[in-house]
Every structure is written in C-alpha cells, then in structure tokens.
Nanobody, 117 residues
Framework: QVQLVESGGGLVQPGGSLRLSCAAS????????MGWYRQAPGKQRELVAA???????NYADSVKGRFTISRDNAKKTMYLQIDSLKIEDTAVYYCNAKFSQASREYWGQGTQVTVSS
C-alpha cells in the first residue's frame, strides 16, 4: 500500500519559516520524481517545487529564492524548507510522487500552512 504522509505545517507569522516533510512508503522512492503542490482556497492546485531522481530541481517563480526542496532517498523522505513566508503562501501543501515510465502517480493528504500576523 502506497502512503505519502506530510507533516510540518502550521501557523506562522509573515517572514517566518517552516520545514515540511513527506514520508513515503510502498514505492521505490529513489525512482520517483517528487513534488510539492499547494492549493489555496478558491484556487487551482499549483506546482511549487519538484525534484527528480537525479536531484535536479525546479521551482515556481513565486517561490524561487525562498523555498528549497530536497530529498533523502535512504529515509524515503522529501522536504520543503520554506523561508520568508508571505501571506499569499497560505494553502494546503500536498506531496506528490510520480513515476512517468509506469504512469504511476500518488498524492498525500496535505498539510495546512497558514501565514498570518
């Protein structure tokens, strides 16, 4: 059974930091492209950052320089370091695992990030 479990969300003031984690089980983690998506109220889900199995990363323009994605294949865990948080970063953040060669894709249940003063 595949599970992606996010953690680390919470309430933080503007300018603050959070570190999100996504722990995976049931997949050959090292083969998957991992990504963080977010969905704010009334908006579509959007890609925030992704890291492929070679460690190459890409980021949405809105988060470049503030968010850092990383992975630990030994721990089957992906991370998102979020710095200089803005109110507009408020959203549910979802973990995504994708293995395109086998058309496999999985989602976590999401973790809420709220930025408010």
């Amino acid at each position: 059974q595949v599970q992606l479990v996010e953690s680390g969300g919470g309430l933080v003031q503007p300018g603050g930091s959070l570190r999100l984690s996504c722990a995976a089980s049931g997949i050959m983690f090292r083969l998957y492209t991992m990504g963080w998506y977010r969905q704010a109220p009334g908006k579509q889900r959007e890609l925030v950052a992704a890291i492929n199995n070679g460690g190459n990363t890409n980021y949405a323009d809105s988060v470049k320089g503030r968010f850092t994605i990383s992975r630990d294949n030994a721990k089957k865990t992906m991370y998102l370091q979020i710095d200089s948080l803005k109110i507009e970063d408020t959203a549910v953040y979802y973990c995504n695992a994708k293995f395109s060669q086998a058309s496999r894709e999985y989602w976590g249940q999401g973790t809420q990030v709220t930025v408010s003063s």
